[in-house]
């Protein structure tokens, strides 16, 4: 793929032409794949010194996950005085490590290693996906009055570093060396804010005062700044700072990223870093945390452990040892000790011998037993665009919904359908498509790749459920498997009806058939013909429309028209969901367009793939009403 970076035209002109943003991108793909890193344009000599003892690094730490490579350019040449001499700019979060950096050097706070601080960056693609430009704009307004304070200017990157597939724990700071170094024209160095203090230093890591310097050339130099101080002793600096406590963002795992959630583990651990300082929570955090979540607080890895240990050797060293919450972290830490102790050793067992043990059968039925009892995933929902704040219920009944026993019981009788028909299915060859993705040899094939996976059918279970529509149209109806799961929610709030839409002969008698096994031909019809036909046709049937499920044939084009023709009978208002949103880029393009609407009043993304927009009344109605 081709990596790429996006900064505001007026920031162009300073931008370098030079080739050292690619290349320090790059690097952990070129060492994880063991292959030469081959650069077509200019690279200093010093940074390329640099970054052979950084690959150094890291083999050592590592070595069965990156392998030295070379790096050849096409020149070498090092460019010196081509900066304003004592001028820095930050990789800025919002968080309390970049807002700290910031905030000292600002305030002349850091002694002999002050520095001129200009400018600071904020990139999208990093913690805030690429996929949610109204998120990142909200966020980059906080950052910006937090800077504005202090004279700073603020600068939007965006990139799809994040899409090389690398793991984040590893190359965040060279991801971020890789974003400040476009910006060496005009400063001498780029400041990554210490996440880990020299007392408490957790390796392997992506950012280290011991590695993060070898990301320099002599004529642009990154520093590891702040690793002198604890996130407890940050946050006692920034009281200083009203305008940081007022919008800090610290979370990078809640439903609405340009907020902090409360309940995730960031959230928890920062809350901390307040409480054993004996300062207030501040009005960035909607909520405060209870000793029953301290003590479920679930950390990933040993830089996390590591961090709440440093809070409870404060709480124990201050006037908090006797509250209640220091003896919540005491358990929480000890509890999640003996867990990474624990998950050590099971990854030494050799799993795959073991497990090959146990006869097949077995193992497919546990594995589906725990995929149909498990609750819904909360990782990677996110909601987009929320004007009027009541989105974010809307999502939590969802998943209520979803994680029900009787959303579960659906699901497990359409898999074991599912699988029947593949079986009885046989060799049978498949219908043509007229997308090249979804253009299988045979039939059971194309029901293997194209139906309704059980997460996603969880969610159109749910989001049916609670949302009770007159009318529903679904646009592709494949095997039919989407509209068993709609069918369903309809038939269970005995409410409303599904005219689904379907364009291959032979998946129309399959998906016919299904609906007549499940009884739901009473709450589904099947249309077939021409989605540009049938999609009007249904348009004249549904109304009220209150909510569209869009999975044909993935054109841009196509589903433009129908998107545009779906509003236009939405005059109260509703609902329209999307599989596929990433199906290409210009199937991404037409969905962050889609959110710019005026009449898209809130989106929310579930796992990368389903999209959900709601739908204001159009201007007509509401005069009418």
């Not at 040993?302 to 124990?316: F, G, T």
């Not at 599912?418 to 094939?445: H, W």
Request: overall charge positive.
């Amino acid at each position: 793929m081709r990596l790429w970076f996006r900064v505001p035209a007026a920031q162009r002109a300073a931008v370098t032409e030079r080739a050292e943003p690619f290349v320090l991108a790059a690097l952990f793909l070129a060492m994880r794949d063991r292959t030469d890193l081959v650069v077509h344009g200019e690279v200093s000599p010093s940074l390329l010194r640099n970054l052979d003892e950084f690959q150094t690094a890291w083999h050592c730490w590592l070595p069965d996950a990156y392998e030295r490579v070379e790096i050849i350019a096409d020149a070498e040449r090092e460019v010196v005085g081509n900066n304003r001499p004592e001028h820095a700019l930050v990789a800025f979060s919002g968080g309390v490590d970049s807002s700290f950096t910031v905030f000292r050097h600002r305030k002349r706070l850091a002694g002999r290693s002050q520095r001129e601080v200009s400018a600071a960056i904020m990139v999208q693609g990093f913690d805030i996906p690429l996929n949610q430009p109204y998120i990142f704009q909200r966020s980059l307004n906080r950052a910006k009055e937090m800077l504005d304070s202090l004279d700073v200017e603020l600068i939007p990157v965006g990139t799809n570093f994040r899409e090389l597939g690398l793991d984040w724990r590893h190359c965040f700071a060279a991801a971020a060396a890789s974003c400040l170094s476009l910006f060496q024209k005009g400063h001498d160095a780029g400041l990554i804010a210490s996440g880990e203090p020299y007392s408490s230093l957790v390796l392997p890591w992506g950012s280290t005062p011991l590695t993060d310097h070898l990301l320099s050339s002599r004529s642009f130099e990154i520093v590891h700044d702040g690793a002198g101080f604890s996130r407890s002793e940050k946050v006692r600096v920034l009281a200083g700072w009203p305008e940081a406590l007022r919008h800090l963002r610290v979370c990078w795992e809640g439903g609405q990223l340009d907020r902090n959630c409360g309940r995730c583990e960031k959230c928890i651990r920062t809350a901390l870093n307040f409480r054993v300082n004996g300062m207030s929570l501040p009005e960035s955090f909607q909520r405060d945390v209870t000793d029953a979540e301290i003590v479920r607080l679930r950390v990933s890895n040993r830089a996390q452990l590591s961090e709440l240990k440093l809070i409870l050797k404060a709480a124990s060293e201050g006037s908090f040892s006797r509250e209640s919450w220091a003896a919540a972290l005491a358990r929480c830490v000890r509890r999640n000790e003996r867990r990474l102790k624990l998950d050590s050793v099971i990854r030494k067992l050799p799993v795959r011998k073991i497990a090959a043990a146990v006869p097949w059968r077995v193992r497919l039925f546990l594995s589906r037993y725990a995929e149909e009892r498990a609750a819904l995933p909360r990782e990677k929902i996110f909601i987009l665009k929320d004007d009027s704040e009541t989105l974010g219920s809307l999502l939590e009944r969802i998943r209520a919904v979803a994680d029900s026993p009787s959303c579960k019981k659906i699901v497990a009788s359409v898999e074991r359908d599912k699988r029947k028909t593949i079986k009885k299915l046989g060799d049978m060859p498949a219908d043509p498509s007229p997308l090249e993705a979804t253009r299988y040899t045979t039939e059971a094939q194309a029901l293997r790749g194209c139906a309704t996976p059980s997460v996603g059918g969880r969610l159109l279970f749910a989001v049916a459920s609670v949302l009770q529509p007159n009318w529903v149209i679904e646009i592709g109806t494949a095997h039919g498997y989407g509209a068993l799961y709609i069918g369903s929610a309809l038939r269970a709030t005995s409410k409303g009806k599904l005219l689904t839409l379907a364009g291959m002969a032979v998946r129309v008698k399959l998906s016919r058939a299904a609906i007549r096994r499940f009884g739901l031909a009473e709450y589904v019809e099947v249309l077939d013909g021409d989605f540009r036909l049938t999609f009007n046709r249904a348009l004249e049937r549904a109304k009220p429309l209150d909510l569209v499920f869009f999975d044909g044939d993935k054109q841009p084009e196509s589903t433009a028209l129908q998107f545009a023709a779906a509003l236009q009978a939405m005059e109260r208002g509703g609902y329209l969901m999307f599989d596929d949103i990433n199906f290409s880029d210009e199937m991404r393009r037409f969905w962050s367009d889609a959110l710019e609407l005026d009449r898209v009043s809130g989106a929310i993304s579930f796992y990368d793939r389903w999209g959900l927009i709601r739908v204001k009344p159009s201007v007509h109605s509401a005069q009418v009403g």
